[in-house]
Structures are given as structure tokens and as C-alpha cells.
């Protein structure tokens, strides 16, 4: 899915958050959101799920403007994986079979069923499948919603810091499955983070934040010492090992 989003402004009753955001993203694509705390880089996502609505401005999923979608269609489009997860007394499969929910009439036919052990088989979960969520360790918990996300058929996958609270391990297993199932399935992921050498390591391109707008938004030609500096406020050297480009700071 294309996704197209065009002048994009939101304000909370005591402050504006975002200011003149547009971007688009092409199916097969990772795209990470950087910035600072505050930035906006949650409120974003959650304007292009609609759990917020911008002031002005127009978000287009294959030029379809998704104010016009229906609460199922867009599930069926676009999955959003929020920062905040818990573990609750639900079996794996349960869990990731929610994600079945836009398409659902009465109960779970065959073909959902299928697409829930496919989903939980993609992530490496298939073991898991009767064990309970909390019982899982956090890397495992984060694959469960991640699966969830995939059972929905999106075309969009929005991800909120996925890496948060996660080991390294963890972190470059669940970086490297998103990576792959947008390259695989030709979908689009656009993924918030506060990791800049993650990013470079797994994102196709960037959007940096700051002061409520898109500072820079490009490939990894747009991750300069001078830029990182601009936004953290912190200097930093750029280096590469190994064919990865990883900042340093000084």
C-alpha cells in the first residue's frame, strides 16, 4: 500500500504537536521515525491509525483518504502496534487470532484459523501457541502482537518503538522479522525509534523530528553528524564497520 500523508497538523489542548507533516511510503518499504522525546513520532502514528484526528491536513492510503474508511476496512489496511503491552491470562493463539477481528462475521472460519498459525509460524511462535501471555518473556510478548498485526492481512504495519525494553538479541530478531516481512509480502512499515544505529542498520529511510516538524526525510545520506547533532543536541562522529554505518557520539 501507498501511503500518502499531506499536511498533517495536530495540537493537544495545551500544546501543538504537529506542524505541516508529509511524506509518503511505498509498499516493501521500512521507514523509521527519529527524534526526541516529545517529538510527536507516537502522536504521528496514531493519526494515520485514526485513534487521532488531525486539525488539518489529509492521510491517503492508495489515494483512498482514510477518513472515508470504514472502522473494518482500515483494520483491514493497516495494523498498529502500540508502545504499551502487557501480558494477560490469554493463549498465544487467541491473542494473535484477535487479529482476525475486521474480518470476522460470527466465529473463526478455517481460513482464519490457517492465517493465525501462519501468522505465529512467520514469527517463530508456533510452540507458543498454547501457552499463556503472561508467561512470556518480553522479546516473546513483543513477537505475539507483532503476529497479531500480521494476522490482520495489513497492507501498513505501524510500529511504536518495538525495540523498547528488549535484550539485543531480541531487538535484532524482531527488527530483522519486520524487515523481512516487508520485503516478502511487499507491504509498507513505518516504525518509530529511538535507536539511531537500529535504524541504520534495518530502515530504508528516515524522517527526523523536530520542533513539530519533518526535519529531514530521505535515505541514510540524511543521517549526518550535523543533523543527529541539530536534533539530539548531542555531537557525534559517523563510522563503518563491517558495511554498517553506526553513530558515535563524542
Do not use: C
Amino acid at each position: 500500500m501507498k501511503l500518502q500523508v499531506q499536511n498533517i497538523h495536530f495540537a493537544y489542548p495545551s500544546r501543538p504537536v504537529l506542524a505541516n507533516i508529509s511524506f509518503n511510503i511505498q509498499p516493501g518499504e521500512l521507514v523509521a521515525i527519529l527524534g526526541t522525546n516529545g517529538t510527536g513520532k507516537t502522536t504521528l502514528l496514531k493519526t494515520i491509525n485514526r485513534i487521532l484526528k488531525p486539525s488539518t491536513g489529509v492521510i491517503y492510503a492508495n489515494q483512498t483518504d482514510i477518513a472515508t474508511l470504514s472502522s473494518n476496512h482500515l483494520a483491514q489496511n493497516i495494523a498498529y502496534v502500540a508502545q504499551q503491552r502487557q501480558g494477560t491470562r490469554t493463549t498465544v493463539f487467541n491473542a494473535v487470532l484477535l487479529g482476525r477481528k475486521p474480518y470476522l462475521k460470527w466465529n473463526a472460519t478455517a481460513q482464519d484459523l490457517e492465517i493465525t498459525s501462519q501468522a505465529l509460524n512467520t514469527l517463530g511462535l508456533s510452540d507458543y501457541a498454547l501457552r499463556y501471555l503472561d508467561e512470556l518473556s518480553g522479546g516473546e510478548l513483543q513477537k505475539v502482537v507483532i503476529a497479531r498485526a500480521l494476522a490482520q492481512q495489513p497492507n501498513l504495519l505501524l510500529l511504536d518503538e518495538p525495540t523498547s525494553s528488549l535484550d539485543l538479541k531480541n531487538q535484532l530478531e524482531v527488527l530483522q522479522l519486520v524487515k523481512t516481512i516487508t520485503q516478502t509480502q511487499n507491504i509498507a512499515a513505518l516504525v518509530t525509534m529511538h535507536d539511531i544505529n537500529l535504524a541504520l542498520r534495518y530502515a530504508d529511510r528516515f524522517i527526523l523530528l523536530k520542533d513539530q516538524t519533518i526535519y529531514a526525510a530521505g535515505n541514510a545520506d540524511i543521517i549526518t553528524p550535523q543533523a543527529i547533532e541539530a536534533i539530539y543536541a548531542v555531537p557525534v562522529t559517523l563510522s563503518t564497520l563491517n558495511g554498517h554505518r553506526f553513530v558515535v557520539p563524542i
